[in-house]
C-alpha cells in the first residue's frame, strides 16, 4: 500500500477545478478562489481574492447570509459543518442568477480559533430547472 502525500493530495483536489473551492476569513473577504470558482462565476482569481462574498451574493438575500455568517464566526460553529449540503442561489460576475449545491468546512488557525470557511460549490442550474419544469412549480 501507498502511502500519499495529504500536502500533494490536498492541492490536487484543490487545483484540479472540477468544483469551485472558495475560502474567506471572519469577516467574509475572499482569501482563495480556484479556477473551479473562475469557471463557475466567471472571475479570475485575482479579481476575486481580497473582495467580499457580495460579489457572488445576490443583494436580495445578503442580509441572511451576513447574519447566519457572523453567527458561525461569532460561535465558532455551523449548523451545515457536519457535510450537509445547501442549495443556494449565486451571482456570476455577469449578473446572471445560478443555483449552486455547496459544502462548507470550518477553517481554524494554529491557536485553534476559527479563521474562515471553505466552500465547495457546483452548479446544479439545469437540475434544479428540469426538477421545476418536472413537478410544474
Not at 467580499?52 to 459543518?81: K, T
Not at 434544479?128 to 419544469?133: A, V
Request: with cysteine.
Amino acid at each position: 500500500m501507498t502511502v500519499v502525500n495529504v500536502e500533494r493530495l490536498g492541492r490536487s483536489i484543490l487545483e484540479s477545478g472540477a468544483d469551485a473551492v472558495v475560502y474567506s476569513d471572519r469577516q467574509g473577504v475572499i482569501g482563495y478562489w480556484n479556477a473551479g470558482a473562475e469557471r463557475l462565476f466567471g472571475f479570475r482569481s485575482d479579481e476575486a481574492v481580497g473582495r467580499s462574498l457580495d460579489i457572488i451574493i445576490p443583494e436580495s438575500l445578503r442580509a441572511r447570509h451576513w447574519h447566519g455568517y457572523q453567527r458561525v464566526m461569532q460561535g465558532g460553529e455551523s449548523r451545515y459543518a457536519a457535510g450537509d449540503l445547501l442549495a443556494v442561489p449565486a451571482l456570476r460576475k455577469d449578473g446572471i442568477r445560478i443555483s449552486v449545491e455547496f459544502t462548507v468546512a470550518p477553517v481554524y488557525d494554529d491557536t485553534g480559533a476559527l479563521s474562515g470557511i471553505a466552500a465547495i460549490m457546483r452548479d446544479v442550474s439545469a437540475r434544479w430547472q428540469e426538477t421545476k419544469e418536472l413537478t410544474g412549480c
